[in-house]
């Protein structure tokens, strides 16, 4: 296997997109046709349409593992079978759970979902680093020896976010000083695409948080959620990414809720219906991330 960072930028390259889909179950908007809702055989067809439909048109998926948490090791294990799925079609995971913890419980994550043969296996996964560079250093190590990625959440999505990010730490907001604490690890996991298998985490409704995140971190992949359905667009989800020859590079956009359900597919009459409607709202996506690549320009 090659280095994380390396795959990526090879595939986001080849595919002409950034684009990623995010796997986020929410039975009410999943069809009828794909069985009684709520259930995991239900979800488990729907998923299997999904990861069929954009395989070979964008590079990642990212399930969202607290969605499928309430249904407890059943849901894991569906996780873990998406994944495979995912993984045995060329895909890339990278799992949206937020680890983190201390010692030996973050290296016990860290096996869980990095290691090699394990149940959950991802290629990256998001972590949490509010314990401190201790407790990314077992993901990181991980990693390293697997050759994945971790991506570390350093300006998110959500309104309130502010709430601790923005806090003035000498002059400068906290987020700020997360990711210059980050630079050593961009160093040390970076690939001959000359981009680290260090991703950090950037929501896409904060532009200009994104340029300076870049300016801080120049090798480090992004992983920009909020497109799409949380209201960031997509100029502003480009913002900390460079133009490449296929494009934008440098990260992912994901899209979860506004790529998976499509205006009009809940009442879809059966699946070839349901295949145009999904495979022409995720053509349009991509098209819609392409034609906003320009203002990436001059980010080096």
């Keep these: 296997m090659t280095h994380f960072a390396d795959r990526l930028i090879a595939a986001t390259r080849t595919l002409r997109t950034p684009l990623c889909v995010g796997l986020d179950p929410f039975p009410d908007l999943i069809p009828a046709l794909f069985g009684p809702k709520g259930g995991l055989e239900t979800m488990e067809a729907f998923f299997g349409e999904v990861i069929d439909a954009v395989a070979g048109k964008v590079a990642v998926i990212k399930p969202q593992i607290g969605l499928f948490e309430p249904w407890g090791s059943a ?29 030996s419980t973050a290296e016990g994550y860290a096996r869980a979902y990095l290691g090699e043969g394990a149940e959950l296996a991802c290629d990256c996964i998001t972590i ?45 907001p906290l987020w700020t000083r997360v990711a210059e604490k980050l630079q050593g690890l961009e160093a040390e996991m970076i690939g001959e695409s000359g981009f680290s298998s260090l991703m950090v985490v950037c929501g896409a ?17 992004f992983l920009v959620p909020g497109f799409g359905a949380q209201g960031g667009g997509a100029r502003d989800a480009l913002a900390g990414l460079k133009l490449g020859p296929g494009g934008a590079e440098g990260g992912v956009v994901s899209s979860s809720r506004a790529t998976l359900y499509p205006a009009g597919a809940i009442a879809a009459r059966g699946l070839a219906e349901w295949r ?13 991330l392409r034609a906003a690549s320009e203002p990436v320009v001059g980010v080096d």
């Design 75 to 103: 849901g894991m294990a569906l996780v873990g079978r998406l994944s495979a799925r995912a993984r045995d079609q060329g895909l890339m995971v990278i799992l949206d759970a937020k680890r983190g913890d201390i010692g």
């Design 276 to 288: 145009t409607l999904f495979n022409d709202n995720l053509a349009a996506t991509i098209e819609q």
């Design 128 to 172: 949490n680093p509010y314990l401190g560079l201790d407790s990314l250093r077992p993901f990181a190590d991980m990693a390293l020896k697997n050759r994945k990625g971790i991506a570390v959440l350093v300006r998110t999505s959500n309104p309130g976010a502010a709430d601790f990010q923005d806090l003035d730490v000498g002059g400068a």
């Design 205 to 221: 409704t904060w532009p200009d948080e994104a340029r300076r995140l870049r300016s801080i971190l120049p090798r480090a992949l």
